[in-house]
């Protein structure tokens, strides 16, 4: 058994250690989005980000398989890893990216927030888990949050339909990715599948990203390079990573901390790109850290 699945072991007793764990999940990768607009004011949306994923793969496994000497995938591992990356790097972050382009990025937070509901559900019909009332008022509750904090940012001028329907399905994607992984019985370790899932997501975006390329849309300077850094390291690799961790713990579980995602996202927003922070964020920050702790709490095991 891989080091990976005795750190679950340990983050499942060591409720600090777990608390840390999707503290720091949530602000690195709400910190995505906002690193994703300063690049996208340098480059392509698909060739950027497909870069992102190509080195960030090449680190990881480079990683694994030379320094560690972790095995290589076989037989039905190949297909888990690329049924995994397509959903949870290539078309999430893709159909994300592209989104990125109709609205702020504050505005995500709206998107990120169905999230724990579309893994409940999915976790519920594709590994028949009941989802319990205790999880379903904490979904609601988290919800209601993050329709309060991103109200200022509905009014905007800059939020279209298109923005907000592309990013309802990237969300949909990753919920599925999400369910996916933690249905599976992984023997490769966590640092393996990691790499070879954002690798296979970028070679899987890579001819969208090169077709028809615009003349000197791409320039790169220090906004791309200082984006790029911020999106293959702290987020591909160390943010993505903490994300299996909580998925093995409990997917359903895990998917709360994504409502603290859409909290930093409008703090980091408003702090990097200007965006608004108003009474609406603080009441909405205190409904969703309220979801948080409901959703965390073990003893609604017991109740149905």
């Known amino acids: 058994m891989s080091s990976f699945f005795y750190y679950c072991q340990f983050v499942k007793k060591n409720n600090t ?52 000497k972790y095995r290589v995938p076989s037989g039905k591992e190949w297909q888990h890893l690329a049924i995994f990356g397509a959903f949870n790097t290539a078309l999430y972050l893709g159909i994300f990216i592209i989104a990125l382009q109709f609205i702020t990025a504050g505005i995500t937070a709206l998107a990120i927030a169905l ?28 919800l209601a949050g993050v329709l309060v904090a991103s109200y200022p940012l509905l009014q905007l001028e800059s939020i279209s339909v298109v923005g907000l329907v592309l990013l309802g399905l990237s969300m949909i994607t990753y919920s599925i990715g999400a369910v996916y992984y933690a249905g599976q019985k992984w023997t490769l370790d966590r640092v393996s599948i990691n790499g070879w899932q954002v690798l296979m997501g970028g070679l899987m975006t890579a001819p969208f990203a090169s077709f028809r390329p615009q003349p000197g849309s791409n320039q790169f300077d220090t906004s791309f390079w200082f984006s790029l850094l911020w999106l293959v390291v702290p987020v591909s690799i160390v943010a993505v990573n903490l994300w299996l961790i909580l998925l093995k713990t409990d997917a359903v579980k895990a998917s709360f901390w994504l409502y603290l995602c859409p909290i930093f996202g409008l703090m980091l927003s408003a702090l990097l790109l200007n965006e608004p922070l108003t009474s609406y964020t603080w009441l909405g920050t205190a409904l969703v850290l309220g979801a948080v702790f409901i959703g965390q709490q073990k003893n609604y095991s017991a109740k149905s």
């Open 17 to 68: 250690t777990y608390l840390l764990t999707g503290l720091s999940f949530s602000v690195l990768w709400a910190s995505a989005s906002i690193a994703g607009k300063f690049g996208l004011t340098s480059a392509e949306p698909l060739f950027f980000f497909t870069i992102r994923f190509l080195i960030a793969g090449v680190i990881l496994l480079a990683y694994a398989h030379l320094l560690k």
């Open 115 to 142: 999230n724990p509901l579309f893994i409940s559900l999915l976790s519920s019909i594709l590994n028949k888990r009941k989802v319990k009332w205790l999880e379903w008022g904490s979904i609601t509750l988290g």
